[in-house]
């Protein structure tokens, strides 16, 4: 099996320890399906403050994200993985979701890019990464998070990650739908009953059931999904 690797760039490496060391992530990293290293953009400063931002050209409020650091970190991750993808996390980006991850998911090297403050030099978007990706119409206070959520979806995607490679398919948005209702023990809580299809022995009454409860769920909880299927 190939071997998957992440390069973060981050000015907040510890916030990584705890998602990445529990759960499927840390197993498929034992398992050597995965290698993720995440790297103190302050290792990459020349000024003795290990400064990182300044304030902007033209005036406006906040700190603005110095290209030299961010450059100097890509070229020296870039000597161990020069055919890696580079991604910049920002609000700004092209919207993240499930087809996305399944075209990462193809690409052995990511390299993330976490902003902070109140974005990045223009340059490093226009020169130095391959593209941008936003999580959602909000505002985080850095792109930590956001790699975060970039790592987990994606890897999921890789084969051997997951134990059941099913689980894949059935799961929400995979077939452009949200998953269907899921029930399990007790089939009576205070009056509350499972459905009788899900009880009754009958694999074609159940996968229809299925179908028509995914597509239903999709249609009152997500319309958007749902008339991007009518259009289809």
Known sequence: MRRHRFDIVSIFPGMFESPFGDSIIHRA??????EI?????????LNKHRKVDDTPFGGGVGMIMNVEPIARAL?????????ARTILLSPGGKPFDQKKASQLAHQESLILICGRYEGVDERV????????VSIGDYILTGGEIPAMVLVETVSRLIPGVLGDSESIVEESFAGGVLEYPQYTRPRDFKGFKVPDVLVSGDPKKIRAWQKTEALKKTESVRPDLFEKIKRA
């Not at 990293?29 to 995965?34: A, I, N, V």
């Not at 290293?37 to 302050?42: A, E, P, Q």
């Not at 978007?125 to 941008?132: A, C, G, I, Y």
């Open 125 to 132: 978007r226009l020169h130095f990464v391959d593209e941008e």
């Open 29 to 34: 990293r034992e398992k050597g399906l995965l």
């Open 37 to 45: 290293r995440v790297h103190d953009l302050r290792d990459f400063t």
């Open 75 to 83: 070229e020296a991750i870039k000597k161990e993985v020069p055919k």
